[in-house]
C-alpha cells in the first residue's frame, strides 16, 4: 500500500511538473463553462411554458444538474481528442475526465431514482440512504481507477468462483447479473413513471383510461426489462414455467384477496365508476378519491385522513359516488314551528335566508316544504344544494341553520316544542298496612 501511494504521490508530481499544465486546466475551465452555458440554453429553449397540450414540453428544467455535467463530459472528450490529434499532451484531462464522469453519473442515477421512488417531491429517509451508499461506491471505484488497482479488482473478482449447484459462477459474473437486473428495471421504471406523468397531462382523455394505460404500459415495460436482463445473464427463460406454476398455486392458497384487488383496480378504471377527484362513500369510508392503484385506492376524508381501501371493496360493496355525473349535491334540515305562526310567510322567509348562504347553489333554488302537522307544531323542511362536496357537507349545514335561527329570531317566530302530560293516578291499597305488618307476604308488582 505505502508503494501504490508513492507511485501515485509521483505520478501527480509528474504530471503537474509537464509541459501544457497551464492549458489543459484553461481548457477544462473552458468545457465546465460552456456546459453550463448550452444547459440553460437547452433549458430555456425545449422547457415550454403556458403552451398547450402540455404533454408537448420537455422537462430539462428538473433535467438541468444532471445535464451540465454530461455537456461538460462530452466536451472534454472532444478537446481531448483535439490535443490528441495535434500531439499535445493530455494527462491532466486524463484526470479530470474520471471525475467529471463520476459526477454526471451520480447525478444521473439520483434523477433517476427521485422521479421514481419521490412522491410530492418529498426524499425518504430510504432513498437518501441509497444515494449516499451509491455516492461512495462511486468515489470508491474513482479512486481504485485513478490509483490503476481497477484491474486487479476486475481478475479477483473473476478467479473467485462460487458454487451454485451443479454449477461454478464466479463473483464477477453474480456482480454483473445483478447490476444488469437492477439497471434494466430501473430504465423501465424510469420510462414508466415518465409515460405516466405525461398520459396525466392529456386533457382530452379520460383520467380512468389515462391511469390504465399507465399502470399496463408500466407493467409490461418491467416484464420485458426482466425477460431482457434474464437474458442478458445467461439464463433460460424456460425456468420461469416452474415459477409460473409456483405462482399459481400461491394464487390458489393465500392470494385470492391480492389478485382480487388487482383485477379490481382495472375493472374500476375500465368501467369508469371512479375517477381522481370524485367523493365517494363505500362500506365505512367516505372521503375524496386522490390516487387510484392498481390494488388500492385512497380516500381523503374531510378531516384530513387518508384511507387505503383495497379495490376488492369497490366490487363487493355499494359505492356512493356524489361526483359521477355531476357534483350538485342536495341537503336538507328540518324545524318545526308552531301552529299559531303564518306558514307561508315562513317558508318564504327561509328560503330568502338560506339563498344568501355563501355555499348554497342559486341553480337550483332551495325549497322549504311543510312536511306535517305533527303533534308538537308544524314540521317544515328546507332543502338547498351545493356544488362542492369535496369542500364539506357539515360546515354548510351548520351556516343554513344559523341563518334559519337568526330569521327565527328576527321574525319572532316561536319553535315548537314537545309537550307532554303526566298525570299520576293513586289507586287504594287496602292491605298496605297487613304487608306492613306480615313481612313474609310480598307485594305484587
Wanted: charged content about 15%; glycine content about 6%.
Amino acid at each position: 500500500m505505502p508503494d501504490i501511494l508513492t507511485d501515485l504521490i509521483n505520478d501527480l508530481a509528474s504530471n503537474l511538473r509537464a509541459p501544457g499544465l497551464l492549458a489543459q486546466a484553461g481548457l477544462l475551465l473552458l468545457c465546465i463553462g460552456l456546459g453550463w452555458l448550452l444547459a440553460r440554453v437547452l433549458r430555456r429553449t425545449f422547457t415550454v411554458a403556458g403552451v398547450k397540450p402540455p404533454v408537448m414540453q420537455i422537462g430539462l428544467g428538473s433535467f438541468a444538474q444532471v445535464l451540465t455535467p454530461i455537456l461538460t463530459l462530452l466536451l472534454l472528450l472532444l478537446a481531448r481528442l483535439a490535443l490528441l490529434k495535434w500531439h499535445q499532451p493530455v494527462n491532466f484531462l486524463r484526470l479530470m475526465i474520471p471525475l467529471v464522469a463520476s459526477l454526471a453519473l451520480m447525478r444521473f442515477v439520483f434523477y433517476v431514482l427521485r422521479r421514481i421512488f419521490a412522491r410530492n417531491s418529498s426524499v425518504g429517509t430510504f432513498l437518501l440512504l441509497f444515494e449516499k451508499t451509491f455516492g461512495a461506491l462511486v468515489w470508491i471505484g474513482l479512486l481504485l481507477y485513478i490509483t490503476g488497482l481497477w484491474p486487479d479488482l476486475v481478475a479477483y473478482l473473476d478467479s473467485t468462483i462460487i458454487p451454485i449447484g451443479r454449477y461454478q459462477v464466479s463473483l464477477l459474473a453474480i456482480l454483473q447479473a445483478l447490476v444488469s437486473v437492477l439497471v434494466t428495471v430501473v430504465i423501465a421504471l424510469w420510462a414508466g413513471a415518465t409515460l405516466e406523468e405525461r398520459l396525466m397531462r392529456v386533457n382530452t382523455m379520460h383520467s380512468s383510461i389515462r391511469t390504465v394505460v399507465a399502470r399496463m404500459a408500466r407493467a409490461f415495460l418491467i416484464v420485458v426489462a426482466l425477460l431482457l436482463s434474464l437474458s442478458l445473464v445467461g439464463i433460460d427463460l424456460t425456468v420461469l414455467s416452474v415459477f409460473g406454476g409456483a405462482l399459481g398455486v400461491g394464487l390458489g392458497l393465500g392470494l385470492q384477496k391480492i389478485a382480487s384487488s388487482y383485477v379490481s383496480g382495472f375493472v374500476i378504471l375500465l368501467e369508469r365508476s371512479l375517477a381522481i377527484g370524485d367523493m365517494v362513500g363505500v362500506s365505512t369510508f367516505y372521503g375524496k378519491v386522490t390516487q387510484i392503484n392498481s390494488r388500492y385506492t385512497v380516500l381523503e376524508g374531510l378531516d384530513g385522513v387518508e384511507s387505503v381501501v383495497p379495490n376488492e371493496v369497490f366490487m363487493s360493496n355499494a359505492v356512493q359516488n356524489y361526483s359521477l355525473t355531476h357534483r350538485i349535491l342536495r341537503l336538507a334540515t328540518h324545524v318545526t314551528i308552531a301552529y299559531q305562526d303564518d306558514v307561508e310567510r315562513i317558508l318564504l322567509l327561509l328560503e330568502q335566508a338560506v339563498i344568501a348562504v355563501n355555499r348554497v347553489s342559486n341553480d337550483v333554488l332551495p325549497q322549504a316544504l311543510l312536511l306535517k302537522i305533527g303533534a308538537d307544531g308544524l314540521e317544515l323542511e328546507i332543502g338547498f344544494w351545493i356544488t362542492d362536496p369535496e369542500n364539506g357537507r357539515l360546515n354548510v349545514l351548520s351556516d343554513v341553520n344559523r341563518a334559519i335561527w337568526c330569521v327565527l329570531q328576527t321574525n319572532q317566530i316561536k319553535v315548537a316544542q314537545v309537550k307532554r302530560d303526566i298525570k299520576l293516578s293513586q289507586e287504594e291499597n287496602l292491605g298496605t298496612n297487613s304487608q306492613q305488618d306480615s313481612p313474609n307476604i310480598k307485594s305484587a308488582q
